[in-house]
Protein backbone atom coordinates (compact mmCIF):
# COMPACT_ATOMS: atom_id res chain seq x y z
CA UNK A 1 0.00 0.00 0.00
CA UNK A 2 1.49 3.24 -1.06
CA UNK A 3 1.62 6.79 0.96
CA UNK A 4 -1.10 8.34 -1.09
CA UNK A 5 -3.74 5.41 -0.59
CA UNK A 6 -3.07 5.47 3.06
CA UNK A 7 -3.93 9.71 2.76
CA UNK A 8 -6.91 8.76 0.82
CA UNK A 9 -8.02 6.34 3.11
CA UNK A 10 -7.38 8.43 6.31
CA UNK A 11 -9.01 11.43 4.35
CA UNK A 12 -12.42 9.85 3.76
CA UNK A 13 -11.80 8.23 7.40
CA UNK A 14 -12.14 11.76 9.04
CA UNK A 15 -14.00 13.40 6.38
CA UNK A 16 -17.46 11.83 6.82
CA UNK A 17 -16.70 8.62 9.34
CA UNK A 18 -19.99 6.19 8.79
CA UNK A 19 -21.19 4.12 10.61
CA UNK A 20 -18.95 1.16 10.94
CA UNK A 21 -15.75 3.44 11.55
CA UNK A 22 -17.94 5.37 14.21
CA UNK A 23 -18.66 1.91 15.98
CA UNK A 24 -15.02 0.85 15.61
CA UNK A 25 -14.15 3.60 17.73
CA UNK A 26 -16.61 3.08 20.23
CA UNK A 27 -15.47 -0.56 20.78
CA UNK A 28 -11.54 0.45 20.91
CA UNK A 29 -12.51 3.37 23.32
CA UNK A 30 -14.60 0.83 25.53
CA UNK A 31 -11.59 -1.33 25.44
CA UNK A 32 -9.43 0.73 26.00
CA UNK A 33 -11.28 2.19 29.13
CA UNK A 34 -11.99 -1.11 30.19
CA UNK A 35 -8.36 -2.28 29.82
CA UNK A 36 -7.38 0.37 32.43
CA UNK A 37 -10.26 0.16 34.80
CA UNK A 38 -9.92 -3.73 35.25
CA UNK A 39 -6.29 -4.47 34.36
CA UNK A 40 -4.39 -6.57 31.83
CA UNK A 41 -5.81 -9.72 34.18
CA UNK A 42 -9.19 -9.37 32.92
CA UNK A 43 -8.01 -8.57 29.60
CA UNK A 44 -6.43 -11.42 29.18
CA UNK A 45 -9.49 -13.20 30.57
CA UNK A 46 -12.32 -11.28 27.93
CA UNK A 47 -9.86 -12.09 24.49
CA UNK A 48 -9.76 -15.90 25.90
CA UNK A 49 -14.05 -15.43 26.37
CA UNK A 50 -14.29 -13.80 22.72
CA UNK A 51 -12.73 -17.31 21.61
CA UNK A 52 -15.02 -19.64 23.72
CA UNK A 53 -17.99 -17.24 22.14
CA UNK A 54 -16.86 -17.25 18.63
CA UNK A 55 -16.60 -20.85 19.02
CA UNK A 56 -20.06 -21.66 20.81
CA UNK A 57 -21.66 -19.84 17.71
CA UNK A 58 -21.06 -22.45 15.35
CA UNK A 59 -22.93 -25.01 17.49
CA UNK A 60 -26.01 -22.88 18.00
CA UNK A 61 -29.23 -23.82 16.19
CA UNK A 62 -29.79 -20.50 14.32
CA UNK A 63 -32.42 -22.19 11.88
CA UNK A 64 -34.20 -22.76 14.89
CA UNK A 65 -33.58 -19.05 16.68
CA UNK A 66 -34.75 -17.69 13.76
CA UNK A 67 -37.89 -19.23 12.85
CA UNK A 68 -38.85 -19.08 16.81
CA UNK A 69 -37.80 -15.50 16.80
CA UNK A 70 -39.64 -14.78 13.54
CA UNK A 71 -36.10 -12.34 12.60
CA UNK A 72 -36.13 -11.80 9.07
CA UNK A 73 -32.29 -10.93 9.55
CA UNK A 74 -29.48 -13.64 10.26
CA UNK A 75 -26.69 -12.19 10.48
CA UNK A 76 -28.27 -9.74 13.89
CA UNK A 77 -29.49 -12.49 15.06
CA UNK A 78 -25.62 -14.01 15.07
CA UNK A 79 -24.40 -10.93 16.26
CA UNK A 80 -27.21 -10.88 18.75
CA UNK A 81 -26.16 -14.54 20.09
CA UNK A 82 -22.36 -13.48 20.36
CA UNK A 83 -22.65 -10.41 21.86
CA UNK A 84 -25.40 -11.86 24.57
CA UNK A 85 -22.82 -15.23 25.01
CA UNK A 86 -19.27 -12.55 25.14
CA UNK A 87 -21.40 -10.77 27.95
CA UNK A 88 -22.60 -13.73 29.58
CA UNK A 89 -18.93 -15.46 29.75
CA UNK A 90 -17.59 -12.19 30.99
CA UNK A 91 -19.72 -12.02 33.68
CA UNK A 92 -20.28 -15.66 35.03
CA UNK A 93 -16.77 -16.77 34.78
CA UNK A 94 -15.17 -13.17 35.13
CA UNK A 95 -16.25 -13.49 38.77
CA UNK A 96 -14.45 -16.34 39.52
CA UNK A 97 -11.34 -15.72 41.29
CA UNK A 98 -7.93 -17.26 40.12
CA UNK A 99 -4.28 -16.36 39.85
CA UNK A 100 -3.14 -13.56 38.00
CA UNK A 101 -1.43 -13.88 34.71
CA UNK A 102 1.55 -11.67 35.73
CA UNK A 103 2.35 -10.03 39.13
CA UNK A 104 3.16 -6.43 37.29
CA UNK A 105 0.95 -4.52 35.27
CA UNK A 106 2.97 -2.29 32.51
CA UNK A 107 0.78 0.00 30.92
CA UNK A 108 2.08 -0.37 27.79
CA UNK A 109 0.47 -4.34 27.89
CA UNK A 110 -3.33 -3.41 28.57
CA UNK A 111 -3.02 -0.62 25.88
CA UNK A 112 -2.04 -3.29 23.15
CA UNK A 113 -4.04 -6.06 24.70
CA UNK A 114 -7.09 -3.62 24.64
CA UNK A 115 -6.78 -2.78 21.08
CA UNK A 116 -6.16 -6.39 20.31
CA UNK A 117 -9.14 -7.34 22.19
CA UNK A 118 -11.37 -4.45 20.32
CA UNK A 119 -9.93 -5.70 16.67
CA UNK A 120 -10.92 -9.57 17.52
CA UNK A 121 -14.54 -8.36 18.90
CA UNK A 122 -15.11 -6.10 15.83
CA UNK A 123 -13.45 -8.69 13.05
CA UNK A 124 -15.67 -10.68 14.33
CA UNK A 125 -19.05 -9.29 15.01
CA UNK A 126 -18.18 -7.76 11.08
CA UNK A 127 -17.11 -11.60 9.77
CA UNK A 128 -20.89 -12.30 10.81
CA UNK A 129 -22.84 -9.69 8.83
CA UNK A 130 -24.06 -10.87 5.13
CA UNK A 131 -21.89 -10.20 1.62
CA UNK A 132 -24.59 -7.50 1.19
CA UNK A 133 -24.16 -5.49 4.13
CA UNK A 134 -20.33 -6.13 4.26
CA UNK A 135 -20.18 -4.37 0.73
CA UNK A 136 -21.69 -1.39 2.75
CA UNK A 137 -18.87 -0.71 5.12
CA UNK A 138 -16.22 1.74 4.83
CA UNK A 139 -13.03 1.45 2.72
CA UNK A 140 -10.90 1.45 6.03
CA UNK A 141 -12.54 -0.81 7.94
CA UNK A 142 -12.86 -3.46 5.29
CA UNK A 143 -8.87 -2.67 4.27
CA UNK A 144 -7.81 -3.40 8.27
CA UNK A 145 -10.86 -5.10 10.31
CA UNK A 146 -13.10 -7.38 7.93
CA UNK A 147 -10.62 -8.27 4.72
CA UNK A 148 -10.40 -11.87 4.19
CA UNK A 149 -6.64 -11.34 4.31
CA UNK A 150 -7.33 -10.54 8.06
CA UNK A 151 -9.00 -13.24 9.61
CA UNK A 152 -5.94 -14.99 10.26
CA UNK A 153 -4.21 -11.85 11.85
CA UNK A 154 -7.14 -10.92 14.15
CA UNK A 155 -7.14 -14.54 15.21
CA UNK A 156 -4.12 -15.52 15.50
CA UNK A 157 -2.97 -11.92 16.43
CA UNK A 158 -3.92 -11.59 20.31
CA UNK A 159 -2.84 -14.85 20.87
CA UNK A 160 0.46 -14.16 19.48
CA UNK A 161 0.54 -11.34 22.43
CA UNK A 162 -0.50 -13.09 25.22
CA UNK A 163 2.19 -16.05 24.30
CA UNK A 164 4.78 -13.15 24.03
CA UNK A 165 4.07 -11.07 26.86
CA UNK A 166 4.30 -14.98 29.35
CA UNK A 167 7.27 -15.72 27.88
CA UNK A 168 8.61 -12.80 28.34
CA UNK A 169 7.42 -12.94 31.79
CA UNK A 170 8.73 -16.63 32.40
CA UNK A 171 12.45 -15.08 31.19
CA UNK A 172 12.12 -12.22 33.76
CA UNK A 173 10.91 -14.75 36.53
CA UNK A 174 14.18 -17.36 35.68
CA UNK A 175 16.67 -14.69 36.38
CA UNK A 176 15.13 -13.95 39.67
Known amino acids: MSLSQL ?5 SFFSNPSWDVVLLLVLVSVG ?9 RKIVSSI ?20 LLQLKDLGFLKIGS ?10 ILGRAGGR ?3 ASNPWWQ ?3 LS ?29 F ?6 QLWWFAGPLALLAIIRISELREESKW
Not at 125 to 135: D, E, H, R, T
Open 7 to 11: KVIAN
Open 32 to 40: FFYGITAGR
Open 48 to 67: IYTYVAFALMFVLPFDRLQK
Open 82 to 91: FVVLFILLVF
Open 100 to 102: AFA
Open 110 to 112: VIV
Open 115 to 143: IAQAGLLAHIILSLLSQAQVKNLSPFVLK
Open 145 to 150: IEGPDL
